[in-house]
C-alpha cells in the first residue's frame, strides 16, 4: 500500500495544451521520481527477484504483489480478482486464432499472453534476461500515467495513446485489424474519437460502420488512414493536440451551459 509516506504527485499544470507542453518538458524527471517512489521500488524490486520462480500461469496467480504488477504493466490491473478469467487469458494458446487471447477485442489481454507466453514450447519468459527489467518499466510507465491521471484525465489518456500507437503503428498486421484494435481499447478509441468530434453515438454503430467513419476521419485529419503513419511523433502530436484542445472546448462549453443555467436560476 502507498500508506505509509505521501507518494510522488505528477505535475500537470492545470491540464489542457498548457499542461501538455509541460509534460513534454519534465516527462522524464517526473517519471523517475514516480519509479524511485518507495511503494513503486518495493514492488519492482520484488517483482526482479522473484519473477524468475514463476514457470506458470498458476505460479503468477498465486502470487498477488507478482501478479499485480504484471497486470499493471498490461494496464489491466482491474482485473485483479478475475483470476479464473486471467487463467484462460495467461493458458490461451495464440497460435490458435480462436483461443480467448485472441479473440478479446482488449488486444492488451493477447500482448499479456505473449509476453508471458506460458503455453509456448521451451522454458518460460520469466526466465530470460531482460525480462523482469522490461516489464517493471512498463509498470512504471503505467504507474506514472495513473498519477498524470490524478491530476487531468485526458493527459493520461494522451500519454496512452503516444506509447500504445507507438508499437501498434509498427506491428506487422493489417491496417484494418490496427483500427480494430483501436476500437477495442478503450483509452486509445477516446482519443481518437475525441481529435475527430465524434460522439458517444458512434459507438452504437455496428463495428464495420465505425471502421468506415473511423478511417474516414483520419484521412480528413492526416490526409491518409494509414496506421503506419503514428510511428512518426509529429502525427501522434497532431492527434493529441487536437484531442486536448477538443476536450477543452467541450469541458468550457458545459461549464458556460451551468454556469447560464445557474444566473437564470438566482436571477428568477
Known sequence: ARGQHMSFQVLTGGGGLAGWSLLN???????DLVAADGAVVTATNNFRAKIGSVASADDLLSDYRLLNVALRAFGLEGDIGNRGFIRKVLESD??????????LSNKSYQRLAEAFAFNGSGPPQTQKAGFADKIAAQYVDREFEARVGEGDQNLRLALNARRELASLADRSSTNDTKWFEVLGSKPLRTVFAGAFGFGAAYGKLPIDRQLEEFTKGARKMFGSDDMQQFSSPDKVEKLVRNF?????????????????????????
Not at 495464440?94 to 479473440?103: C, I, Q, Y
Not at 486536448?244 to 428568477?268: E, F, H, M, P, W
Open 94 to 103: 495464440l497460435s490458435d486464432k480462436g483461443s480467448l487471447a485472441n479473440r
Open 25 to 31: 518538458r519534465t516527462a522524464t524527471r517526473q517519471r
Open 244 to 268: 486536448l484542445a477538443r476536450s477543452a472546448i467541450q469541458v468550457d462549453s458545459a461549464t458556460n451551459r451551468c454556469s447560464t443555467a445557474l444566473s437564470l436560476l438566482s436571477g428568477a
